[in-house]
């Protein structure tokens, strides 16, 4: 039997009862639930009865997120402060498998977003595998999944009024050495969208710009400096390419484009890339997002973009993610001073496309090597000079795709770096130790065997 505490992210209170213990049967035990809870009892994959031994309960003096576990011999009780609380509390009761150690568990997120990314544009997924993404993402209560959906290699959300965004920049030869190529309908996109509201996940759709648009450009010459065709790109590289900032054109498409998405999109956030603009001069990338920044906030999202966005004035709502290694200038520090909220995401941390060490068979290596114990151990109030705890809205876990080319690929830089990022996110800062969480993610190992799921069997663990 596992001990109580013995799940990731760590709770943050944990109060064990060794005496007592409650046994589930499979298809023997219930669970109660009122009407708005059934939902959520369903992922624990036992049926319901109104005297079930395992009691699902809304508490309105619990946080959103915030959810109490109480084990006891009779019986087991969970209540969360809304149905999302509720069902991170389902995924702590699944984690402690069949056997449930007495005792009691009071647990709340550190940050409010908790997030994975996904790059879509360089090598594509299809919904079915987005959704599986999503399933493996809330075992560990992360809530938001970015999707990097447009980059110079393709682009993969259908547009109406654009269809050869997608005919030719989605279609054969697009992504990285033309591998991975795809894009998702509206309704496909939709579908993933409700698939993950439904387990309390929002979809963060990602529209890069100014930069990372040749396949805009492949697509639609007329949208270039000069008018003339320009050649695909498979390759890896960056900053070549941007919007033209003086031309209306180009705001009429970044509108109806934001537009359509915003319309199929039900979270708060639209993400609007801003990054790694080499080519397009200051005053144009100052210029251009003068202009679209301002967007999102007609359709009643946040805006969202990388953290070259900091160096413009932005809307009250804005949202700076920083990806760096280092920071570079103040201008983040200058943005969550003004009261606009962060999300860190160093790429020697949190990039789950870094090598694990020199002999990894997949991913980069520019922000060096990332092991599991680099991605658990740091603080994200601490990493950023001027944005303490009270600017940062949470953490996330990009995966960029220039090296994958399966769902086993993405399991691989996944599995077991993830975990460690989502304690990062949810664990309180003193309540968590390295040696503790390895121990704890050595369970994982025999798990993700059984269910055949491809992970690095990283040397700093002991698994089982």
Request: net charge negative.
């Amino acid at each position: 039997m596992q001990r109580l505490g013995d799940v990731i992210p760590r709770p943050a209170s944990v109060r064990p009862v060794t005496a007592a213990s409650f046994t589930i049967i499979p298809g023997g035990t219930a669970v109660s639930a009122p009407p708005a809870l059934e939902g959520v009892a369903a992922h624990l994959g036992l049926p319901l009865a109104p005297d079930g031994a395992i009691t699902l309960a809304l508490d309105d003096s619990l946080a959103a997120e915030a959810y109490r576990l109480e084990i006891a011999a009779t019986g087991v009780t969970l209540a969360g402060g809304a149905p999302q609380g509720v069902f991170w509390g389902v995924q702590t009761l699944r984690q402690l498998g069949t056997v449930l150690p007495g005792g009691v568990i009071e647990d709340r997120p550190r940050y409010a977003f908790r997030g994975a990314m996904l790059d879509l544009a360089r090598h594509f997924f299809t919904a079915a595998e987005i959704k599986a993404h999503v399933d493996l993402l809330v075992q560990f209560k992360i809530n938001h999944l970015h999707l990097h959906l447009t980059d110079d290699q393709g682009w993969r959300l259908e547009i109406p009024g654009w269809p050869r965004l997608t005919e030719v920049s989605g279609g054969a030869g697009t992504g990285v050495d033309g591998a991975g190529p795809g894009f998702l309908t509206l309704a496909e996109y939709s579908d993933v969208v409700a698939y993950a509201a439904e387990r309390f996940v929002t979809i963060v759709p990602e529209i890069d710009m100014p930069g990372h648009v040749n396949a805009v450009h492949v697509a639609y010459p007329e949208l270039t400096a000069d008018g003339q065709p320009v050649a695909p790109r498979t390759d890896a590289e960056v900053g070549y390419s941007s919007l033209v900032a003086g031309r209306e054109e180009t705001y009429a498409f970044v509108e109806t484009v934001l537009k359509t998405v915003a319309a199929v999109t039900p979270g708060p956030y639209l993400h609007i890339g801003g990054d790694e603009c080499l080519s397009t001069p200051p005053e144009d990338y100052r210029t251009f997002l003068d202009r679209v920044l301002p967007i999102p906030g007609r359709f009643g999202k946040s805006v969202i973009g990388w953290h070259e966005i900091a160096t413009v004035d932005l809307p009250e709502d804005a949202i700076v993610q920083y990806w760096r290694i280092e920071p570079a200038d103040d201008a983040v520090a200058r943005a969550a001073a003004s009261g606009r909220r962060v999300i860190v995401s160093p790429a020697d941390r949190t990039y789950l496309d870094m090598k694990y060490d020199a002999d990894t068979p997949l991913g980069l290596d520019w922000a060096g090597h990332l092991s599991v114990e680099r991605a658990y151990d740091w603080d994200p109030a601490q990493r950023l000079p001027g944005v303490g705890e009270e600017a940062i809205l949470g953490v996330e876990a990009p995966l960029w795709s220039e090296t994958l080319r399966s769902v086993d690929d993405v399991r691989y830089l996944t599995l077991p770096r993830l975990p460690a990022v989502a304690e990062v996110a949810w664990s309180p800062q003193d309540g968590r130790d390295w040696q503790s969480f390895r121990e704890r993610l050595a369970a994982f190992g025999p798990r993700w065997t059984a269910g055949g799921i491809n992970f690095h069997r990283s040397p700093e663990i002991d698994w089982h």
